[in-house]
């Protein structure tokens, strides 16, 4: 054997893997399917300004440990997500605060917009949340729902809001304040110089190969290492055999302009049905960049199919319920670990990845 550890994927779980195990003397090879590394992470540099390619990727963490610990990687700007919704021609303040609620109904108080939102959950008469769209109404009303959820999330996910699950509206914070922060975390910003340094630093003498698809050569890359570190799709480790986890998936148009400023905001999202991206990305403002040119990214959201790049997975009962059928396979592998957003099938933000993968390389180390 020439490595005790093949990792398959080079993003952050697997670099923070392979980071800890170099430390502790171990030696891994890891491997990736794309021509990069870094996963969905992955940024690069085009006309001066540091692209996200896989889409917005904004640090933000609760966690000193986990802050100090990507700090080494790189140093952070004081960067704050306030992305504006446009509807129609009406813009708003995100997530749902005193200035979303004062431009939607002239309220100025906490306590008139309180009444607001509450005078709406009577007349829809929601008590339980069984769905997104009851949940949404519960926390902000039905104005704020008709204008900024409906038409967004039906885009993002491609079903109606009656047949999602409550919990993904959730992870938007709701505030009677006039704070505008996406946010609610203590330590936030973007590395100055993009996400792929800290990768490469992770991965800094470790044996890397890009181009490879481990499914195509699955029998000689398992005889290279005593023990596999996956990051990749469950249900494609094990050829489907449960049948597929369904995923959403996400489409890129990246645009080039020449003009300082595109639209005046890191993240603008598109609310309403017609348009047919979710949100517009004008990369330069993640790092206040004064480049001549501006890079913008339309996001459209995209039935996913096999080959396609997973990117949410869709958390459904009967989806979850697949998953767990996996999970009971892998739990009898004693040379495989299972990791990352794929392996997990769970939304993850980047510093749950960084938790999830030191707890697995103390636990494996
Ligand atoms: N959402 C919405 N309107 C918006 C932004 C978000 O309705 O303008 C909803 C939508 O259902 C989305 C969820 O909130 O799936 C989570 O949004 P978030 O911005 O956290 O999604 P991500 O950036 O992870 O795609």
Known sequence: MKYDFLIVGAGLFGATFAYEAKKKGYKCLVIDRRNHIAGNIYTCERQGIQVHEYGAHIFHTNNKYVWDYVNQFANFNHFRNSPVAIYEDEVYNLP????TFNKMWGVITPEEAKQKISKQIIEYGVNEPQNLEEQAISLVGIDIYQKLIKGYTEKQ????????PPFIIKRLPVRFTYDNN???DTYQGIPIGGYTQIIEKMLEGTDIELNVDYFNERDYYDTLADKIIFTGMIDEYYNYCYGELEYRSLNFEHEVHDKINYQGNAVVNYTESTVPYTRIIEHKHFDYGKQEKTIITKEYPSKWQQGDE?????NNESNNQIYEKYKLLAKKESNVIYGGRLASYKYYDMDDIIIEALKCSQKNL
């Open 310 to 314: 997973p990117f949410y997975p869709i």
């Open 96 to 99: 749902f605060n005193m200035n």
């Open 182 to 184: 996406y946010f609610n």
């Open 157 to 164: 996910w491609g079903c109606k809001t009656t047949e999602l």
